[in-house]
Nanobody, 118 residues
Framework: QVQLVESGGGLVQAGGSLRLSCAAS????????MGWYRQAPGKQRELVAT??????NYEDSVKGRFIIFRDNAKNTVYLQMNSLKPEDTAVYYC?????????????WGQGTQVTVSS
């Protein structure tokens, strides 16, 4: 059973930083594609960043401000968020994509709230 547990959200002033963590269990972590998504009130969930192996991908609005990285020994993926803006306010979700022979399965954490005040 795959479990993803996020932590690290909170309230921060604009320009500040936060680091989100997602601890994974029940999967071959080093082989999974890990990602962070976010959903603001009234909006659809959107991709923030992904990491597959050592390859990373970022949504345009967070490039240069956010960094996604993983520690395979700890089965944990992180999102370092710097220079936060009020528009970064959202619930942030951890995602694990596990590749199978016929495709993939997606798993989600429960989400952690990030609020950036102006």
């Amino acid at each position: 059973q795959v479990q993803l547990v996020e932590s690290g959200g909170g309230l921060v002033q604009a320009g500040g930083s936060l680091r989100l963590s997602c601890a994974a269990s029940g999967l071959l972590f080093s082989l999974a594609s890990m990602g962070w998504y976010r959903q603001a009130p009234g909006k659809q969930r959107e991709l923030v960043a992904t990491i597959t192996g050592i390859r990373t991908n970022y949504e345009d609005s967070v490039k240069g401000r956010f960094i996604i990285f993983r520690d395979n020994a700890k089965n944990t993926v992180y999102l370092q968020m710097n220079s936060l803006k009020p528009e970064d306010t959202a619930v942030y979700y951890c995602n694990a994509r596990v590749w199978e022979d016929q495709g993939f399965d997606d798993y989600w954490g429960q989400g952690t709230q990030v609020t950036v005040s102006s």
